[in-house]
């Protein structure tokens, strides 16, 4: 598979990891803790657990996995609002799979579904569309979730909805941002991270231009990554190179895919569907101002939460959680006080232990290094 | 009054309720499709239970085992639900070293499910049975209303003799033996996903459906000492290793980049962003047999239909004890646990 | 965050509705095009290489910068090759 | 990590797909409602056939049959589905003078299933199957989305031993032989129609399902010649009656006056303007037996529980060869020919 | 059960048996046939079938069986109307047993519910009222077939629809009358019929008011009959005596049931609903004037035919089907080119092979007395 | 022609709808009893014999012309059992 397989080379890889440690060396070193690195994106948290990378790099680096989730910051209400229309009678509700396992306090959709609700995986928004032009006696509702990577398909599948006027077609926004939660996260005093890998695919829309505020406010690191081991092992490298050379700035190791200010296309179209939403919450991390978006009044008719009057539910984390503070990187998720006991894949609390990016669930399936270490040895 | 031999039989195109009510339209469907299909088992189909002399198992063990199947869509490139009942049965009998000697065939029809159809799945099961050596010997038809089943459903129970001197099984798995597998991964599941259709995805992928008690015969005169066999269906490879290590108190290691990976099920698999472990194969077994009769068995395996593609993929060590795990082609570890479910198709 | 993956455009479908075929490793899907168009002319999008997210083409993938970052990643692979050998003939 | 031994397990009220997609969901509705119910067949279930010594057959004929069960509703006055199955299967094996020795049960089933009504099931099933004197020793789960079957369908296949100087078959039948069975007609089919709620009927009745091993091994004790047995089951008496002619070249001839037919089962053909004689039983098995060994039957079948009611209700003659035909209590002929289909409630 | 065992007694049959024997030799016989003792109605060939009656009586006595059956004289074309309205997506078409089996020119209603459409069998109108009621979104169709007897059934959950305003329910009725095809019967010159059992439950409703131009145009016995084989033998006798005594008149065997004058509570309920129409079709018979009604325009909403605009389908009978001859008592079912042939229960051509109360069917599922005979022996 | 059966009259369950349940040979069902309600005192019929058809009570079986029935049927054998008597008596 081009541009993957060459992006996977063991030896070379053997080679930047060498290069990280010698690297390491010139960089002043925290005290009594290792260097904190945050990947801010899922994806990366994914691609970390899945090649073993975190025990391929020296114990001094310890990966933060970050909010770039839109699953694991899911709030339960918003899951609730979903299972509210998917049990109405005439909706057929798509979600892409993700979505479907997420804890809400009414169960997930998998179990709505399984209760009767005519709930459907979709991979992309376009098939939901296609529903709808099939099944015109029916409303079909897309759960429009995820970052700016997300956003341009959502807002071109509305776009064309509204140009074919399928009326019977409509969104729940949950788009969130990913910028503002930056900014809470490095305000918060608490905050020990030491550079930022950036995220690839939401950098791919917006561009790199919004990231300046972090080396330049907070003195950080932040290189924008790609998606493949070596991507991340070199652009870890490009983290501790500016540490090492005592410097900060946001650089592109993904430039293949990366254009400098973004895609201009899909910028416009987000910008003619969506607008800011005043604030928006995040499991976890609760409200953070304009954190998302919504759709615009002139496509209110595509909005099902103004279609269907949606009154959003509002929903407490259960208080054994700890995903905050795992999503703020504070907490390794096996040390949350509900990991593996009321927190399991199979009995999920939070959203982190659901998705396949959540760093929870990651732990309990492909086993963190010391875990396996030390249950078993 | 006429019984009814000859043209008539099967009045229109399609399965009604009648053809499940126990009279002469059940049985005209059971004699003209079934029985035609299957060959002579009249003698042991009119009675309520198919005889067999226990000449035909040696004097070994009995086995004993069933699954139903319920694949949407019931056609699909390299095969249809037929042939993956009659193989499903025959595999698991294979695998625990069992010659299979008969299946039961039960069919449970939507009404309105077209003869053609049926008599095309009957034709599949015949051939797979013939293929595996074994007979269908007795069966069952059940016919249910439109939206009470999806389209049919077929189960097959399947009886085998296992020779007295073998004894495979999962818990005999000690470490240092090899885990070998005779095929690539996760082909039934990424060609019945694309075959679906709903998530819009086209490819030249077949199903690997196939039985496997050629490939395990001489899996096991090449390899003698093999410890233990399983089919990866459901839940792909990752599934059956966790099953041998739990069963064994070992721990099953696989090395990433020893996989045998069509192009396509990669394909599928970023796609979809599946991991290709977790996928249902229909004709792959993974085998546990002393390292130094490795050679021999991939060389026998590859020297057969099915079996081209056989390799080692990891070994069996001590620790941690009852997990399976995989070094990346990266180097790093990790656990392939089971999973809790289904894998979904995700975008995050 | 977002799964993203190579393919490789083979077919502009309904150019009208920004529609394209992708071809991932074999396996073909619909995807839509319209944040790849910067003209008209659909048909130069046939052969390349794009990121795919969701059944949109998000980016096309420019090979030159591939090029350069696998050879930034050489450079750091060769630095390493010179210091081991520097580091294996100092020893005795 | 953790297994998930303990309180949790079973999330939820209700089966999901994830319960049947190989992972960890499914092993643990198995473990908390299979294996609970059925006992310890952990061993064999962990493996991908059961294995059985040829020792249970001792020495005689292996019986082998299948039956898949679809039946609404799923829990009736007198059962469940869980009942039907053992006592379906089981029935298959000792008409033909077989002792059961182990069943297969697999499920389909809808998602939304709640794990109660599937516990209820399961526990229904190792009942009925400790009552036959046999073990449920392997099995299969697979979990439909909604609407693609209707709650649960249970297929069991099942294995039984007939004693070598057995040699049950209704081709034995021959003219003056009685034609006897050992309970009420139609009680099944009856009690099951009125619970289903749509035409509306209430009645106490119950379904007659139950196993029959005791009562065909009385039988058998006291009528050693006993040509055949067969239990009626969808199609009813009437089929059986078909099916013995058919086979042996005689004619069954019964007698309208003797038909043994509850009260209530009466009322339910007449509302709905069906004959009893074709009305579904799951307790009933109709015998031929030499008529000097008639009285001996009956009076063995008379003290056991499913056989007070126990009649003759015809006998064997030579002619109209392969047919059934029965006199009514008021002197004339009428052939009880197999049905078509199903029958149909009427108004004329 | 009360009311049916005592009219069962077989030993109370021996002897009205040897009555009906010393009777007939009071009766001049006809030159070379026997005595052609039509039973009307579809119900009492049932009866003689399920008894073996034919067997009993003398062989001197033929019974002939009528038309009296509203299933064996469905027309094709009124079938395939239902199995287009069943072929909406809307409807839920709701159908007596009876009807499920009978073929048109597109197969049966069982075939087209194999195919999808949503038919569904109930044993009362009632219950198709309270399907409608439990489905508003979807439109409940009633096939009303039948005889006056069945008329009152469907005209009062008609009126009782109209009074709840239900406007999902709606009928097709074919409800056809007895009496127009008696005198069609009688007026053909070859009709060869010496008297009549005539149909009870009908009578029940319409009383035997109407029968009286049988015996005064005609000069044939006509004996209002109940369905127990003792009601048939006495009925029988009635007939015989009646023309052993060289009279003819209107008798009522069955009194317990039916009053003379019929139902007025019912026979107020047709009025209000049903009109006549001009004409109406036999299947085997062809159109017969008057014979059978239509719902009156004041309830137009709920009559399905012009709620759905149906146009009904005009379908001639297959070509070899002699179902007419057999109908109309000069042909027995065997003797029908067809017979066990082409047509089957398997393979219906005709209704009469369909219904339980069909001559043709019941002649291959019980097996006329000779036809086992000369089969087999 | 139409199939009838006798049932009994065992509850009113609605009078305005006039609904009724009967009872045949232990098996119940609602019907309707607005053919055979010649009065408004529905209750009247509990316990009354009807003629069911399609759910429907359509007529109330007269016990009196039941009986007379019988005795018309028991008369004719009555009439062949003398018959019999004498014709026996008449054989030497
Ligand atoms: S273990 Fe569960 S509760 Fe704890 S942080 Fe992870 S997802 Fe949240
Ligand atoms: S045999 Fe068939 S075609 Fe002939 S009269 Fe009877 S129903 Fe009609
Ligand atoms: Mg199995
Ligand atoms: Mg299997
Ligand atoms: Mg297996
Ligand atoms: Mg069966
Ligand atoms: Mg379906
Ligand atoms: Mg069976
Ligand atoms: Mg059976
Ligand atoms: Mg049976
Ligand atoms: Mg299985
Ligand atoms: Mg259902």
């Given amino acids: 598979m081009k541009y993957a397989d060459e992006f996977r080379d063991p030896v070379l890889a053997r080679k930047v990891l060498n290069r990280i440690e010698r690297t390491l060396g010139r960089i002043p070193m925290p005290e009594g803790r290792p260097l904190h690195i945050m990947e801010v994106c899922g994806g990366h948290t994914h691609s970390i657990f899945r090649y073993g990378l975190q025990k391929l790099v020296p114990d001094s680096i310890e990966f933060v996995h970050g909010p770039g989730c839109p699953v694991c910051v899911l709030p339960m ?49 376009l098939d939901a569309l296609e529903l709808a032009r099939r099944h015109p006696e029916r409303e079909v509702v897309f759960f429009a979730l ?37 900014k809470a ?18 950098s791919m829309v917006i561009g790199n231009r919004g990231y300046g505020f972090i080396p330049d406010d907070y003195g950080k690191p932040f290189v924008v990554a790609g998606f493949e081991p070596l991507d991340l092992l070199q652009s870890l490298w490009m983290v501790l190179e500016q540490m090492a050379e005592g410097r900060a700035s946001v650089e592109n190791q993904y430039a293949r895919v990366v254009p400098e200010d973004g895609n201009t296309a899909a910028l416009r179209a987000m910008a003619e569907v969506y607008e800011d939403r005043e604030s928006c919450d995040w499991r976890g991390l609760g409200a953070i101002d304009r954190s998302g978006v919504r759709i615009r009044a002139a496509y209110a008719d595509f909005d099902a939460e103004r279609k269907f009057g949606l009154v959003p539910a509002d929903v407490a984390d259960p208080a054994i959680c700890q995903c905050g503070e795992v999503v703020r990187g504070q907490l390794k998720p096996h040390m949350c006080r509900a990991f593996g006991k009321e927190c399991t894949p199979a009995t999920p609390l939070g959203a982190l232990m659901v998705s396949s990016e959540g760093a929870c669930a990651a732990y309990h399936q492909y086993g963190a290094t010391d875990l396996v270490g030390t249950r078993d040895g | 009054m006429d019984d009814g031999g000859g043209a008539r039989r099967l009045r229109g195109d399609a399965v009604t309720l009648a053809h499940g009510a126990g009279g002469r339209a059940m049985r005209d469907l059971i004699d003209e499709i079934f029985l035609k299909a299957f060959g002579e088992t009249r003698v042991s189909g009119l009675e309520d239970q198919a005889r067999l002399a226990l000449d035909a198992f040696g004097g070994g063990t009995l086995a004993f085992t069933t699954d139903s199947f319920v694949i949407d869509p019931i056609f699909f490139p390299g095969g249809d639900i037929g042939k993956l009942a009659v193989c499903g049965t025959v595999n698991d009998l294979v695998v ?49 209303p439109r939206g009470a089943a999806d389209r049919i459903f077929v189960n097959t129970a399947g009886i085998g003799a296992i020779p007295a001197d073998r004894s495979l099984a999962a818990r005999h798995i000690r470490p240092g033996d090899a885990l070998i597998v005779n095929t690539t991964l996760g082909e039934h599941g990424a060609a019945v996903m694309a ?36 089919d990866a269906t459901r839940g792909g490879v990752a599934t059956v290793l966790n099953e041998f290590a739990a069963a064994s108190g070992t721990c099953c290691r696989i090395a990433e980049d020893k996989l045998p990976l069509r192009e396509e099920v990669r394909g599928i698999s970023e796609i979809l962003g599946l991991d290709p472990l977790y996928i249902a194969c229909e004709g792959l077994f993974v085998a546990a047999v002393p390292q130094a009769q490795t050679e021999a068995a991939l060389a026998a395996l590859r020297k057969r239909s099915g079996g081209e593609a056989a390799c080692q993929i990891g070994e069996v060590v001590a620790t941690p004890q009852g997990r399976a795990v995989m070094t990346s082609f990266f180097g790093g570890d990790r656990l392939v646990d089971m999973l809790e479910g289904e894998q979904l198709p995700r975008i995050c | 965050m977002c799964l993203g993956i190579p393919g490789r455009i083979i077919e502009i479908t309904d150019a009208e509705k920004y529609l394209a075929v992708v071809d991932v490793s074999g396996v073909r899907r619909k995807v839509n095009v319209a944040c790849i168009a910067e003209t008209d002319a659909l048909d130069e999008l046939i052969g390349a290489w794009v990121l795919l997210h969701v059944g949109f083409a998000m980016s096309v993938i420019d090979e030159a910068e591939a090029a350069r970052t696998l050879e930034v990643l050489d450079e750091l692979g060769e630095v390493q090759d010179e210091l081991t050998a520097m580091r294996e003939s100092a020893q005795p």
Same sequence: chains 1, 5.
């Fill in chain 1, 77 to 125: 209400g918003r899951v609730d609002d979903c299972v509210t229309l998917a049990e109405q009678p005439q909706v057929i509700f798509t979600t892409f799979g993700d979505a479907m396992r997420v804890p809400g306090s009414k169960g997930s959709l998998i179990e709505a579904k399984a209760r009767g609700a005519d709930v459907r995986m979709v991979y992309s928004p």
């Fill in chain 2, 96 to 144: 625990g070293g069992a010659k299979p000697v008969a299946l039961t065939c039960s069919v449970i029809i939507e009404e309105g499910l077209a003869f053609a159809d049926l008599h095309r799945i009957a034709e599949s099961m015949a051939t797979a049975a013939a293929e595996a050596g074994c007979r269908i010997v007795t069966g069952d038809t059940k016919v249910v």
């Fill in chain 2, 195 to 230: 075959a679906r259709g709903d998530l819009g995805l086209t490819s030249a992928l077949q199903s690997d459906c196939r039985p496997l008690g050629e490939l395990v015969e001489a899996l096991l005169e090449a390899a003698p000492d093999t410890r233990a066999i399983r």
């Fill in chain 1, 146 to 182: 995820g970052f700016e990577t997300t956003m341009p398909s959502t807002a071109l599948t509305l776009l064309q909805a509204a140009e074919e006027g399928v009326e019977n077609f409509s969104m729940i926004c949950q788009h969130i941002t990913i910028i503002p939660t930056l």
């Fill in chain 1, 185 to 202: 996260l490095l305000s918060d005093p608490q905050c020990l991270i030491d550079g930022f890998i950036g995220p690839g695919h939401v």
